[in-house]
Structure formats: C-alpha cells, structure tokens
T-cell receptor
Framework: GAVVSQHPSWVICKSGTSVKIECRSL??????MFWYRQFPKQSLMLMAT???????TYEQGVEKDKFLINHASLTLSTLTVTSAHPEDSSFYIC?????WGEGEKLFFGSGTQLSVL | AQSVTQPDIHITVSEGASLELRCNYS??????LFWYVQSPGQGLQLLLK??????LVQGIKGFEAEFKRSQSSFNLRKPSVHWSDAAEYFC????????????FGTGTRLTIIP
C-alpha cells in the first residue's frame, strides 16, 4: 500500500519554542492531508484538513494561529506548533488521501510524540 | 454529531483464543464504519470497513466485523489470535463514502499472553 512518512517520530522542546512536524506521501500525490491529535487515553481528534495550495480548514476549538499548517506541495504538509506549552504535549498524526488510489484511499503516518518541557 | 465508543480500554487474551472488540457508534444517518490497527511506532492500518451490503465484513489478517444497526454496534472479531495481533485497535465512523473526516473511538489495547 501507499506510504506516508511522518517526521520526527518524537520531539522534546522547551516551552515557548516552535516545533515543525512533516508529513510526506512517498509514492502518491496527496491533494488532501489531515492532522489529528491524540491525548493519552483519548481518541484521535481531527485538528485540521489541509488542501494543497489553499488554506487549511480547522476544526472548532483548534487555534489556527498556534497550529500552523502548510501544504505547499502535493507530497508534503507541515504542522508547526508555535510557542509550544506543556499542554500541547500530545501525539500528533497525519493522514493523506490518495484520490487515484485503488481501494483504500486514506493512509496514515506513524505519528509524532511531542513533549514540551 | 457522530461519536464512537469503545468501552474496553485494555483487553488481554491468550494466544489462540477468540477475540471480540466492542464498538458502538452514534450517527443520524447510514454510518460508514472502520476498524484500524496501530502497532507501536507505526501508522494506523485499515483492517476493514463497512459502507453497505452484507453486514458481516471480512478484513485483513483474519479479522471480521459485524454491523448491527439495531444495536448501533460494529464489533471486531477474530477466531484465533496470534501474538502479532498485540496492538491498539481503533473503531471509527465517517459520514460519506471515503470520507476522511473520521471520528475515532478511544481505542482498545490488546495484549496477547502465551
């Protein structure tokens, strides 16, 4: 199946710094990518939907100025957590949609564990 | 709004035993239902999905799930688990065919004992 690469797998940062997470579709062009966040013992919550070349659509309650999403190419979307705080510590996971894929069209990255000190 | 409940946070079964993971959903129209598995350090992998038709759905790795509208359930089953099945399992509901705006349950962690 198609592969989505997410980097880094884990990151530790100081409070107040910014962290960038990358999501790449390795063998297909993803017109749409999705970003989720998962707190311990909770479900994955959709944060935003990003479409290549346009502004991301954020879910209710997600601060767009804090979670900057860029989808500048058909194979790369980035999530930047700006001025991170300990409460932003979470597991972030992306998914990418292959519009021309046979069968399954949605593929997930392996996630990024963010710890803010 | 759609929601998914996975009542079991953690399940432990013996290798070779049968397995059933529970999933209940809330959705006003015909749901599109999914089961994903996540192994440590890996992304979510689709096990199976239900859109319409036969309510018993066969998936990969020997898994199956049955959609029961009357019970709003979509439980995942496997007749005989293998040690490699140890992972986190997520049930999800979507609103359209191929809709990626999925609502996930909180997951069930499966531990296999020898």
């Amino acid at each position: 199946g198609a592969v989505v690469s997410q980097h880094p797998s884990w990151v530790i940062c100081k409070s107040g710094t910014s962290v960038k997470i990358e999501c790449r579709s390795l063998d297909f062009q993803a017109t749409t990518m999705f970003w989720y966040r998962q707190f311990p013992k909770q479900s994955l919550m959709l944060m935003a939907t990003s479409n290549e070349g346009s502004k991301a659509t954020y879910e209710q309650g997600v601060e767009k100025d804090k979670f900057l999403i860029n989808h500048a190419s058909l194979t790369l979307s980035t999530l930047t957590v700006t001025s991170a705080h300990p409460e932003d510590s979470s597991f972030y996971i992306c998914s990418a949609r292959d519009p021309w894929g046979e069968g399954e069209k949605l593929f997930f990255g392996s996630g990024t564990q963010l710890s803010v000190l | 709004a759609q929601s998914v409940t996975q009542p079991d946070i953690h399940i432990t079964v013996s290798e070779g035993a049968s397995l059933e993971l529970r999933c209940n959903y809330s959705y006003g129209a015909t749901p599109y239902l999914f089961w994903y598995v996540q192994s440590p350090g890996q992304g979510l992998q689709l096990l199976l999905k239900y859109f319409s038709g036969d309510t018993l759905v066969q998936g990969i790795k020997g898994f199956e799930a049955e959609f029961k509208r009357s019970q709003s359930s979509f439980n995942l089953r496997k007749p005989s688990v293998h040690w490699s099945d140890a992972a986190e399992y997520f049930c999800a509901v979507g609103s359209n065919f191929g809709n990626e705006k999925l609502t996930f349950g909180t997951g069930t962690r499966l531990t296999i004992i020898p």
